[in-house]
Structure formats: structure tokens, C-alpha cells
């Protein structure tokens, strides 16, 4: 009979949802076909299961839903089979294909939750332009892929724009036949007319650092010297959304225990005038007092119920607002490859510190133990890499049966490793992190809800209870 | 589905292991769109 463990139950507010792991399918769910499958998932008998729903909501009406079920099985949208991806196996490509540039460990903020390690932030290096033109040498020589990316990646990169702007130069004439993509991440305080102009020339993608209210923000993004800077932040903001309408770009911010009503930092983003945000949880040691905690989970997953609702009613307004997580393509989306390999880190995707290390990506930069080698000797450690190559979904027992594992990817390595951030013994490539596990679940609860405020009841459906 | 169903299909879901992994998507992955 039918694996419960493939089909993941949501009560989001007032609508019952009911999500095809196997074939990425989402339903919405009357009062009785919640009742009867919630049965089938206590019982895991079927036919057991109708006998006690009918009982419960009378036999005509628990009939039509079991044939509804049965219907949508054999159409293969409900309790779809396992397609038999466990027996993937890594293939040896596709090769590097993207960079994250650190140009440049200096920062001219000093944020309280700051995943870089602190000898990092406090060494303030600065990308050198050889070592620039060394790493996209290195890409160029690496890949065989037309589309090629490169991000521009702190510290705060604008604290070497010299950098940026040889790199783009140097990409450009080296690989005049690549599809180049170039990304920014900045804090904004450096980011004036001058700088907009040169990432509108190059078709840059932006990602603009702010937490949102003034008083969220200002709790850890501040200067060096402990200055706020949430008044400077949406001026500059405000300034590029009203030049650059239509850049690629998202305003990211981070939310910690200290603000899990979020939905009002992403109403005051909107506020400003941002259409495309990205809020995600923070990366801390479980110490820090602004730590994210598995009993906030309920929490956390009550307000991506509550923002999932908030952008609908936006966009009944006329306000489409496009929050980065909630935008799934369960109809298309990527491939099998990509969906059980993640991020790529470690070999589709490097860092490069200033000093031409090669790391599996930014959140392991200044852990010497992952360094995978230097722009000088190339890759060292293929032991290491090989293990991020091997670190897929089915070699990891906690996802294999996990109801997200065709939408997550697997989880972060980094945090998988360093346990969260606090390099606590026993991280693992081949163990997510729990807490970061529960956390994306809730998300993609979060996202599914969205999908489903999409479409209007039905006439004729009843309103789940 | 039947307007008087008692269950609605927002979205059917789909074949992507046809594909052989070409890698022109961009690194991060249900938010992820395909390169091709």
C-alpha cells in the first residue's frame, strides 16, 4: 500500500494542504479528505481508514473523497512512487562554474551577528588585483560552461571598487565568448551614483544588505565605531529603487530570535519601495542570545503563514512583491542532478580569500581545515572536494526521508560542518543540522501556503475545518 | 477537479531526470530555475 512518508500534511491558518513529495504536486483539502488522510497517516491502513472517516463524516461523502484520492494516485499526483533517484551517483561534471570573490576581508560595519570569523575581519585584507586576475584565469582554465559567475563578496567589497572594476574588465577580455553573470553584495554605504552606474553597464545582480525597521536593523548592523546605520541604508535605498527599476536585484536581510514578527520588516522593506526581498534566519552559535532555538520553530512557522498572506493581500492591492524563498517552480524548477546536489559548493561553486586560498564557499573562509588549496598550486585537497561532490541528498540518512528533499537539496554545508556556526565537534557533511533543517521545512511550509493563496476557493469546495 | 470535489490540485507537479544535468542553472534549490 501506499508510504505515508511521501505525501506531507500542512495546516496553514484556515486551509489544509497536502504536498506529493515524489511528483512535487499540491492539494488543497476539504474537511473530509483531511480527516481521512490524517486517519491514513495515524493507521497507515487505507482501507481501515475509510471504514473510521466514514463513521466520522458518513459514507457517501467519505466514498467520493477515497475515489478522489485513488483518482489522483493513479494520475500520479498523490502518493506518487519513489522515482528511484537514491541509485544517483556523482558523475565527475559539470566542472567549476561560479566564483565568490572575498575582495575584500575589510568591512565599515561591524554587525553583531557576522558569520565571518573574527581573525578574518580583523586581518582587513584586500584582494590584490594579481590574485583578481589569478582567480578568473583559474575559472576561465577550470570551466568549460559558457555561463560563467562571478560574485563580489566581503568584508564590504566596495572597500576595494578597484578590484571590482579590474575584475570585470579582466573577465571581460579574457572570455570574450562567456556569458558572463556578476553579483555584488553590499552593506549600501559605499554604494553612491558612481557605483550604480558601473553595475547598470555590466548587468550586475545586486544583493542590498538591510533588516528591515529602523530599530531591527539598527540592533546589529552598525558602523565600525557603533553608529546605527538604518537611516543611510533606506536612503540608499530609496535612491536605487527609483534609478534602477528592473535591475536584478534583492534586499536581503537577516532575522534573529529578537525579531520573529518579521513580516513587518518585510512590509517596511515594501514600504521603501524594495519588490524583491530575502530574509533568512540567522547563522549563530546557539549561545549568542539572538540565536535562533528549535522551540521557536512553531513560531517561526506561524509567521511565514502570516508573510505568506501579507504578500497576497499586497498583491491584491497592486504591490507584487517577490520574497526570494517563496518563489517555487514545482511545475519546472531544476533538474533531478541539481535537485539532490544543492548549492554545488565545493566544486561547482569556490571562494577565494584575498590571499588566492580556495575555500568550499564564503562561510568557510578563515577555516583553514576546509581550505581546498590556492590559486597558486590549484586544488590540494581532492580528498575534500571529493566529499562535497559525495555529500548529496540519498548519502545523507536524515534526508532520504525527508518530505523537503526534492525542494531543499540537502541543507547547507557549512552549517552542516561547523555545526551551526559554533564548529561544535561532530558537524558532518553527511549530517544536516537539525535546527537549519526545521527552519527551511517551516519556510517551505511557508511557501506552499503561498502557492496555495494563489488560487481562489473553488465554488462548490467546502472550507477545510 | 470537479467543482464539488473534495479535493483541489493547485499544482501538478512534474520528468526533469530526462534531462541530462547540462549545469548552465546558477549555483544557489526549489528556488532555483533550470539553465537550459
Redesign the interface.
Known amino acids: 500500500m501506499w508510504n505515508f512518508q511521501e505525501v506531507k500534511l500542512i495546516q496553514a491558518e484556515d486551509r489544509c494542504?497536502?504536498f506529493?513529495v515524489n511528483?512535487?504536486?499540491?492539494?488543497?483539502?476539504?474537511a473530509?479528505?483531511w480527516g481521512l488522510l490524517r486517519l491514513f497517516q495515524d493507521s497507515g491502513d487505507w482501507r481501515q481508514s475509510v471504514r473510521d472517516a466514514a463513521q466520522l463524516y458518513g459514507q457517501e461523502?467519505v466514498s467520493?473523497?477515497a475515489a478522489?484520492?485513488e483518482a489522483?494516485h493513479e494520475a500520479g499526483?498523490l502518493f506518487t512512487p519513489d522515482?528511484g533517484?537514491e541509485r544517483y551517483a556523482p558523475?565527475p561534471?559539470?566542472?567549476l562554474?561560479?566564483l565568490c570573490l572575498n575582495v575584500s576581508h575589510d568591512c565599515n560595519m561591524s554587525c553583531g551577528y557576522c558569520f565571518v570569523p573574527g581573525q578574518v575581519r580583523t586581518g582587513r585584507e584586500i584582494m590584490p588585483g594579481r590574485v583578481i586576475r589569478a582567480a578568473l584565469d583559474f575559472l576561465l582554465k577550470s570551466s568549460s560552461?559558457?555561463?560563467l559567475?562571478v560574485d563580489f563578496f566581503g568584508g564590504e567589497p566596495l572597500l576595494n571598487q578597484a578590484g571590482i572594476r579590474e575584475g570585470v574588465a579582466y573577465a571581460l577580455d579574457r572570455g570574450p565568448d562567456r556569458n558572463w553573470?556578476f553579483t555584488l553584495t553590499t552593506n549600501t554605504l559605499l554604494f553612491d551614483d558612481d557605483v550604480c552606474s558601473f553595475t547598470l553597464d555590466h548587468n550586475f545582480g545586486l544583493v542590498l544588505s538591510c533588516d528591515g525597521r529602523p530599530a531591527v536593523h539598527d540592533t546589529f548592523r552598525l558602523t565600525v565605531g557603533g553608529r546605527g546605520t538604518a537611516a543611510v541604508v533606506a536612503r540608499r535605498l530609496q535612491d536605487y529603487f527609483q534609478r534602477a527599476a528592473g535591475q536584478e536585484h534583492y534586499v536581503r536581510g537577516t532575522y534573529t530570535r529578537r525579531n520573529l514578527d518579521f513580516t513587518e520588516d518585510v512590509r517596511y522593506l515594501a514600504g521603501l519601495g524594495a519588490r524583491s526581498i530575502s530574509l533568512e534566519p540567522v547563522v549563530a552559535d546557539p549561545e549568542q542570545p539572538f540565536a535562533l532555538h528549535e522551540e521557536d520553530i512553531p513560531r517561526i512557522r506561524e509567521e511565514y503563514f502570516r508573510l505568506a498572506r501579507f504578500l497576497r493581500d499586497q498583491e491584491q492591492a497592486g504591490c507584487r512583491i517577490s520574497f526570494?524563498?517563496f518563489?517555487?517552480?514545482?511545475?519546472?524548477?531544476?533538474?533531478?542532478?541539481?535537485?539532490l546536489t544543492?548549492?554545488?559548493?565545493g566544486y561547482?561553486?569556490l571562494a577565494v580569500a584575498p590571499d588566492g586560498g580556495l575555500y568550499p564557499c564564503h562561510q568557510f573562509v578563515g577555516h583553514p581545515e576546509y581550505c581546498l588549496g590556492d590559486l597558486d598550486r590549484g586544488i590540494k585537497r581532492p580528498d575534500l572536494q571529493e566529499q562535497f561532490r559525495q555529500a548529496h541528498v540519498f548519502a545523507k540518512p536524515a534526508c532520504r526521508s525527508c518530505w523537503a528533499r526534492?525542494?531543499?537539496?540537502g541543507g547547507c554545508h557549512a552549517q552542516a560542518a561547523l555545526a551551526g556556526g559554533a564548529s561544535l565537534p561532530g558537524g558532518s557533511l553527511g549530517r544536516p543540522y537539525s535546527l537549519a533543517c526545521k527552519l527551511v521545512q517551516a519556510r517551505?511550509e511557508g511557501?506552499l501556503y503561498y502557492?496555495?493563496l494563489g488560487?481562489p476557493l473553488?465554488?462548490?469546495?467546502?472550507p477545510a475545518a | 477537479m470537479k467543482k464539488t470535489g473534495h479535493i483541489r490540485t493547485i499544482v501538478a507537479g512534474s520528468k526533469p531526470l530526462l534531462t541530462p544535468e547540462c549545469g548552465d542553472c546558477q549555483t544557489s534549490v526549489g528556488n532555483q530555475t533550470c539553465g537550459i
Open positions: 494542504l497536502a506529493d511528483s512535487g504536486s499540491l492539494h488543497e483539502l476539504d473530509v479528505a461523502k467520493a473523497a478522489e484520492v489522483l499526483h522515482p533517484w558523475g561534471g559539470p566542472d562554474k561560479a560552461h559558457r555561463h559567475a553573470k526570494y524563498h518563489q517555487l517552480d514545482l511545475p519546472g524548477g531544476p533538474c533531478a542532478a541539481k535537485r544543492g548549492c554545488g559548493a561547482q561553486y526534492f525542494l531543499c537539496g517551505l511557501a502557492l496555495a488560487e473553488q465554488e462548490g469546495t467546502e
